[in-house]
């Protein structure tokens, strides 16, 4: 556990970490409560790199501006999934998206609206799981997520097939999340984070527990494998696997993230993919 977020471990109770199983209803409960304690401390730690109206979709600091993954945008309907503060949602908004932005965290949709306020853009805030969207069929031109929902809930082929449910024939979905490769080195930005520790094939989620055993965080592990089998079975088409490199002169350090470990191996898996016509 992180002095990062010593504040929300302490406000939940942790007492300690169990590689255990957690179905979809405890997956969404522990981070509902989790994201809830933890949004100031994320915003105070990571708001200035976010900002309140830009598209990163990773750490290592790849903008949408730069690569334009959802393509033009001007005139789509949106769906963020996992949206945070909803920094995201804004950008797409002012270059002319029609934009919802979902979380499942009442703390990060306070943020979210505090910075709708904050820079007088205004984009609908929705509060749900990414595996029960509240949204009619075919809604969508295009959604995507940088970092949010996809990891923490316990199937993710139900967040592929809602989200394909919601989009239109032919939408892209793209989506940015840990580099499954991680999940075999400790998460520590220094020298003891370059060591394997586990199995890449060990697909037993990460939970944080209070003294009760109850989940206070839990985080899924999936491999590539796993990922494209999800999204293939759903309906999708996997157009590239983006992995940013490090930027040279970037030295920030995110959590696990960091130069050191940036320059050696990926940090991010940037999926993008096309729904079937």
């Not at 590689?19 to 409560?33: C, F, V, W």
């Not at 295009?142 to 970092?147: K, L, W, Y």
């Not at 220094?190 to 055993?213: C, H, K, M, N, W």
Request: charged share 20%.
């Amino acid at each position: 556990m992180s002095n990062q977020h010593a504040s929300a471990e302490q406000a939940l109770g942790t007492a300690g970490i169990v590689k255990r199983g957690a179905d979809a209803a405890e997956s969404r409960l522990a981070n509902r409560i989790w994201w809830d304690a933890d949004a100031d401390d994320y915003h105070d730690t990571h708001g200035d790199f976010l900002g309140a109206a830009d598209f990163v979709w990773c750490p290592e600091g790849l903008r949408e501006e730069e690569v334009a993954f959802l393509g033009d945008v001007a005139g789509q309907s949106v769906l963020e999934v996992g949206c945070g503060s909803a920094p995201c949602a804004r950008w797409l908004k002012a270059n002319g998206a029609e934009v919802t932005a979902l979380d499942i965290s009442a703390g990060m949709l306070r943020h979210a609206r505090e910075n709708n306020e904050k820079t007088g853009i205004h984009v609908p805030l929705v509060q749900a799981s990414a595996d029960q969207l509240p949204f009619g069929t075919g809604t969508f031109d295009a959604a995507c997520s940088a970092f949010g929902a996809v990891p923490f809930v316990a199937d993710v082929q139900e967040v592929f097939a809602e989200v394909a449910r919601v989009l239109k024939p032919g939408a892209r979905w793209v989506f940015a999340v840990n580099h499954p490769m991680r999940w075999i080195f400790p998460d520590d930005p220094g020298p003891l984070g370059l060591t394997v520790t586990q199995s890449y094939f060990d697909r037993t989620p990460y939970v944080e527990v209070d003294e009760e055993g109850r989940a206070t965080y839990v985080e899924h592990h999936r491999t590539l494998g796993d990922y494209v089998r999800a999204l293939t079975n759903t309906g999708f088409v996997v157009e590239d696997l983006v992995e940013p490199e490090w930027p040279q002169g970037h030295t920030r350090v995110w959590g696990q993230w960091s130069p050191l470990r940036g320059k050696l191996f990926p940090g991010t898996a940037i999926f993008r993919t096309r729904l079937t016509s």
